[in-house]
């Protein structure tokens, strides 16, 4: 499979920053790939980090003004399957920031007792599903699970951060990822779900909104905090547009009840 996606990201820094970006996949197989960030007329050096579980963050220091971030990549074939040891158990068992799983173990106990692996699983997704609304733009980056819960609505991160929470108050580990999604709409950098059950990591989209074979990984982490495509140290800024775009030679139908790994 031939997959591409590009970010196109226009905003205005109100003083100096250090910026941080995380729209680079972390796939291996790239054909082709490109990163530029502009401002004022000129490039902007950047330094690629990676961290523990594969996410290329590009660090890179802004001025007052209008920035601009253009990336285009092309991917040949998959990448291998997410590799895990002791220590991602432990901190994806754990209640993060957006997480509140401890709040949620009553309520992961009432609806889903007795149920494990697979079954699990679906029996998450399809509550999730049924218990929020999907509307872009409901909610702010302050709202964790419970208010979301509690709203009754979001968006795909909040979708994300519910499940999580969920499956984490039943001791299942599980993490936050952003991924460029064909046949996403509309279309934006999606937040999708993975958990660790019989042995290896399987994705999950708990809005349904796009087939999950064709996904591209960008960060991983505990929630939307550790996987944001850019944070700023310093200065505020002002954002002006986030285009995205993401396909793929091939979309085989995805009934989500399938195991599939993220790849």
Do not use: K
Request: net charge negative.
């Amino acid at each position: 499979m031939q997959r591409q996606a590009t970010a196109d990201i226009r905003f205005h820094a109100v003083g100096p920053a250090r910026m941080i970006l995380a729209v680079a996949v972390a796939h291996g197989g790239r054909s082709s790939e490109q990163l530029e960030i502009e401002q004022a007329g000129q490039r902007i050096p950047f330094v690629e980090m990676v961290d523990p579980y594969g996410s290329r963050l590009h660090e890179a220091d802004i001025e007052a003004g209008d920035v601009t971030i253009r990336y285009a990549v092309e991917v040949d074939g998959f990448s291998p399957r997410a590799a895990t040891d002791d220590l991602d158990i432990l901190t994806f068992l754990r209640q993060s920031r957006y997480c509140e799983s401890d709040a949620l173990h009553e309520t992961a106990h009432e609806n889903f007792d007795g149920l494990e692996g697979q079954a699990l699983l679906l029996a998450m997704r399809e509550w999730t599903a049924a218990n929020i609304r999907y509307e872009h733009g409901s909610t702010s980056t302050e709202d964790g699970a419970l208010a979301v819960l509690e709203a009754g609505r979001g968006a795909c991160r909040d979708f994300a951060h519910v499940m999580i929470a969920m499956l984490r108050a039943r001791d299942v580990p599980a993490r936050y990822v952003s991924v460029y999604a064909p046949e996403l709409r509309p279309m934006d950098f999606h937040a999708v779900v993975e958990a660790y059950v019989e042995g290896e990591w399987q994705v999950i989209d708990p809005t349904g909104l796009a087939p999950r074979h064709s996904f591209l990984r960008i960060a991983t982490g505990r929630d939307a905090a550790d996987a944001a495509f850019m944070t700023t140290i310093g200065g505020p800024i002002e954002m002006i547009s986030v285009d995205v775009t993401a396909s793929a030679s091939e979309v085989p139908f995805d009934d989500h009840a399938e195991p599939i790994p993220l790849r």
